[in-house]
């Protein structure tokens, strides 16, 4: 077995460190997957709140294919007003599902994440879900943390004979 001599003069074993460094992976992946759902729910809210305030790219949707990825929703080929930027593969919101069918053109607004469909209701269930999921793993996170921190104070201490 390798000893290590820790700060306070106390050997810790190999397996004690691998111990710790596994104690730390989970809060610092909840962490990680907090950070990156923050990002996400930024994007989304102000992609949202854009296509909500009829700001974006004016051009026309070609629905292509109603697929479910994120959620079930029509995509297909963005052609805008001004410009032959033509992007491949958009999400459509804000249109009834129902009354739309592959083939049908759509005026909308590109919105940078999606398209919105003119006159369409906008769609805050991605940005809540994802603001509400950041909120869940920073409790998580923290509260391993606290668990970790305050399970090493209080663990009983052995004392070695030397």
Known sequence: MIDDAGPRGTRRSVA?????????????????????????????????????????????????????????SWYGRFTPQTGNDVRYGVELRGADDGAVEAGNRLPGRDVGRFVQADGGKGEWGSTIGAAVGTL???????????????????????????
């Open 16 to 72: 004690s460190m691998f111990v710790t460094a596994a104690s730390l992976a989970l809060p610092l992946a909840l962490l990680a997957g907090a950070v990156y759902l923050l990002v996400f729910a930024v994007e989304e809210g102000g992609a949202t709140r854009d296509a909500a305030a009829g700001r974006g790219r004016p051009g026309v949707l070609l629905a292509e294919k109603w697929r479910c990825a994120r959620r079930c």
């Open 136 to 162: 869940l793993l920073l409790v998580f996170a923290v509260g391993s943390l606290v668990a970790f921190f305050v399970g090493r104070d209080t663990a009983p201490r052995r004392r070695s004979v030397t």
